[in-house]
């Protein structure tokens, strides 16, 4: 059964950091592209960052120069460091694998 299991949310000051993790089971990791996506309250589900299994990434303009996704195949996991966290930022953030998995989704909110 493939898992897809996000960690890292919570709250954090305008300006903070966050690091999200996603650890998939169950899976071949190596060869798909994983991504993080996220939900603001009341808005469609968007993505945030992408990265392919050749590394090539892609960012949503919103996020670039604040957030970096990497990927470790060995440990099948993907990452999302989050700095200069911004209000704007508050959702949930979920985990996506190429053949159409998600994760459960984890709570980011950013509030003074």
């Known amino acids: 059964q493939v898992q897809l299991v996000e960690s890292g949310g919570g709250l954090v000051q305008p300006g903070g950091s966050l690091k999200l993790s996603c650890a998939v089971s169950g899976s071949i990791f190596s060869i798909y592209t994983v991504a993080w996506y996220r939900q603001p309250p009341g808005k469609e589900r968007e993505l945030v960052a992408r990265i392919t299994s050749g590394d090539i990434i892609t960012y949503a303009d919103s996020v670039k120069g604040r957030f970096t996704i990497s990927r470790d195949n060995a440990e099948k996991t993907v990452s999302l460091q989050m700095n200069a966290l911004k209000p704007e930022d508050t959702a949930v953030y979920y985990c996506?694998?190429?053949?159409?998995?998600w994760g459960q989704g984890t709570q980011v909110t950013v509030s003074s």
């Open positions: 996506w694998l190429q053949n159409n998995r």
